[in-house]
């Protein structure tokens, strides 16, 4: 074997372990700010019960902040019933109720939680996975159901 060829193995092995590492670290973080209730997913792409896949603009995203919920989401899809001027949609910043979060495997979350404004109720299930990606369904009582697909903001 040259000496050429143990350098590759070795550096291969480095690579992966660094790979290893950094998605460890990802993961700990994942769980750090899902633990503290402080996170904020940015969405790149949104699919609507019609079945529109589009995607959107970095500046979407929902924040979990305790007990509050920041959702800046875009919306398209059949209403129901609406206030006059159009409403907010899934623009509104709103108080959490029955907040559940479970792991459901080595590798993925489930976060489950309500918000009631004076527009909708709407129930929220996040798909957090511990390399950040997460798909987050929105159910609302006066709207088609949407999904969306983003990633955790990350220090």
């Known amino acids: 074997m040259s000496v050429l060829t143990l350098l590759l193995a070795g550096c291969g092995s480095q690579n992966k372990l660094a ?6 670290e990802v993961a700990r973080q994942v ?14 792409w949104m699919r609507s019960l019609g079945g529109l896949t589009r995607h959107v603009n970095s500046n979407y995203e929902l924040k979990v902040d305790g007990n509050l919920v920041d959702s800046y989401l875009p919306y398209v899809g ?10 907010k949609a899934l623009n509104f910043k709103g108080e959490i109720q029955n907040y559940t979060i479970s792991k459901r495997t080595s590798n993925r979350y489930i976060i489950e939680f309500d918000v009631i404004n004076d527009e909708d109720a709407y129930r929220y299930r996040i798909d957090m996975f511990t390399n950040g990606k997460a798909i987050i369904d929105v159910l609302a009582r006066d709207r088609d159901a949407i999904s969306f697909d983003g990633e955790m903001k990350l220090p």
């Open 78 to 87: 059949e209403v129901y019933r609406m206030p006059y001027g159009g409403g």
């Open 19 to 24: 790979k290893a590492e950094r998605e460890a």
């Open 31 to 44: 769980e750090a700010a899902l633990d503290a209730r402080q996170y904020t997913i940015a969405v790149d």
